[in-house]
């Protein structure tokens, strides 16, 4: 068995730096970038693109909402128009930025509070995605399994890659739990990759509970931004490594 190992990177600002983005993308095979909307700037996208090129690291796009402050983790109302333009111009700049460093965008995954509301609401999800796929139709949608997410891409005919996140609790309906709540977060770099190796030999999402949700696991996320998040991916990757489960980008 083989899986995709991704990370959301490239979310420093100007001369403050988020997240060890250089030690991650040993680790990883996809990386998210962050498109100076949520966190990020064209030098930061400029730097994380022109490693992630020479490590032979699958370059993603990664949108969210006009919220540096809040990191883009608040929602926000805007109409489907809005939502559509917000992608579109993200995803634009993040084509111009890879090609400039040798590379391509092959991969779309929506940021923070952007990416919970399209996992709850279909009709964001498509507004999304549509824009996103009328800029490239060619593009992988990252999607959250058993969300609207993966109902709008389905619907649309899109290439897409279901996701799992290895430092988040999941709610039985399998969304994320909401951060803040108790055991939302997974800190344990041990804890978390047996947790993965486990959801991909049950081949579905484990809930709090236990409850086995069957679906499609493409590849697997660790956020960057957290301190302990190189530990953690080092930890997952070496432990599916015992378990014989390798690490390469999605097709």
């Known amino acids: ?11 420093g600002f100007g001369p403050w730096s988020m997240g060890d983005d250089a030690a991650l993308l040993d680790v990883i095979s996809s990386a998210n970038i962050a498109c100076a909307f949520h966190a990020g700037d064209p030098d930061h996208m400029a730097a994380v693109m022109r490693a992630a090129v020479a490590q032979d690291v699958g370059i993603g796009a990664h949108p969210g909402f006009a919220d540096l402050q809040g990191f883009g983790r608040r929602r926000m109302s805007l109409s489907n128009e809005e939502l559509g333009n917000l992608v579109a111009y993200q995803l634009g700049a993040a084509q111009a930025m890879a090609r400039r460093a040798g590379g391509q965008v092959r991969h779309l995954k929506l940021h923070g509070a952007l990416s919970n509301m399209a996992a709850e609401d279909v009709s964001i999800a498509r507004a999304c995605y549509e824009a996103a796929l009328a800029v490239d139709p060619d593009l992988i949608l990252v999607v959250m399994p058993l969300t609207a997410m993966d109902e709008a891409a389905e619907a649309l005919g899109a290439k897409r890659a279901g996701e ?5 609790a999941y709610t039985e309906t399998g969304l994320l739990a909401p951060r803040g709540t108790p055991g939302a977060m997974i800190h344990d770099a041990s804890a978390a990759a047996e947790r993965v190796a486990s959801m991909l030999r049950a081949g579905g999402i484990v809930t709090g509970s236990g409850k086995v949700l069957p679906c499609r696991i493409d590849t697997v996320c660790v956020h960057g931004d957290s301190p302990d998040a190189v530990a953690m991916a080092r930890a997952l990757r070496g432990h599916l490594a015992a378990e014989g489960i390798g690490i390469a980008r999605f097709a």
């Not at 899986?3 to 979310?11: H, K, T, V, W």
């Not at 799992?164 to 988040?168: Q, T, V």
Request: aromatic share 6%; glycine share 6%.
């Open 1 to 11: 068995m083989r899986i995709d190992l991704n990370a959301d990177m490239g979310e």
């Open 164 to 168: 799992i996140f290895a430092d988040r």
